[in-house]
T-cell receptor, first 116, second 118 residues
Framework: SAVISQKPSRDICQRGTSLTIQCQVD?????MFWYRQQPGQSLTLIAT?????????ESGFVIDKFPISRPNLTFSTLTVSNMSPEDSSIYLC?????????????FGPGTRLTVL | AQSVAQPEDQVNVAEGNPLTVKCTYSVSGNPYLFWYVQYPNRGLQFLLK??????LVKGSYGFEAEFNKSQTSFHLKKPSALVSDSALYFC?????FGGGTSYGKLTFGQGTILTVHP
């Protein structure tokens, strides 16, 4: 299994500002994913980030609000832009070693974001 | 569209008793099913998966899950619960055919809070 770290682990931000979350993996992975877990809720996929191509966003999520970078096979960033209190959530990075539907995904520890 | 239901928001069991956390699913093709556990202030940890083969799948920490195609269920079980098993459990499903992509979206249930009492 991959070891995944996220920075920051938590942050408290002001409305209207932006926060960039980093995800680092200890091995090269094909696919990286960003999820949002709102308080008391399940996980919702924001986007899939593949190295060398534009991220693929799920319905309800747009690039202007959640720009993603994937410069190499071990690193990705998610930016939460122009934040509002509704963006208060845990943001999780996830990886899959190979592009196959039967492979499990591994998750980072999450970034707990509070927007005031 | 694929979906997962975890009908119980909370499950309470006494330490040493067997536990079951329920999950039902809906997919258009054959399902790939997963269980994850989330401890407070930590990310999700993979427990086990069903891809094909034996309906009873064994995973980490003594957990197992039973796949039942006719009932479209994938219940998580453990013969003897520990207080340390108390956590939030998520069932997830992916369609075999990936919804037209080579790597389909993983859909999560709402989660079940398991509390094991001493």
């Amino acid at each position: 299994s991959a070891v995944i770290s996220q920075k920051p682990s938590r942050d408290i931000c002001q409305r209207g500002t932006s926060l960039t979350i980093q995800c680092q993996v200890d091995s090269q992975v094909t696919m990286m994913f960003w999820y949002r877990q709102q308080p008391g809720q399940s996980l919702t996929l924001i986007a899939t980030a593949n190295q060398g191509s534009e991220a693929t966003y799920e319905s309800g999520f747009v690039i202007d609000k959640f720009p993603i970078s994937r410069p190499n096979l071990t690193f990705s960033t998610l930016t939460v832009s122009n934040m509002s209190p509704e963006d208060s959530s845990i943001y999780l990075c996830s990886v899959a070693a190979r592009m196959s539907s039967y492979n499990e995904q591994f998750f980072g520890p999450g970034t707990r974001l509070t927007v005031l | 569209a694929q979906s997962v239901a975890q009908p119980e928001d909370q499950v309470n069991v006494a330490e040493g008793n067997p536990l079951t956390v329920k999950c039902t699913y809906s997919v258009s093709g054959n399902p790939y099913l997963f269980w994850y556990v989330q401890y407070p202030n930590r990310g999700l940890q993979f427990l086990l998966k069903y891809i094909t083969g034996d309906n009873l799948v064994k995973g980490s920490y003594g957990f197992e899950a039973e796949f039942n195609k006719s009932q479209t269920s994938f219940h998580l079980k453990k013969p003897s619960a520990l207080v340390s098993d108390s956590a939030l459990y998520f069932c997830a499903v992916r369609d075999q055919f990936g919804g037209g992509t080579s790597y389909g979206k993983l859909t999560f249930g709402q989660g079940t809070i398991l509390t094991v009492h001493p």
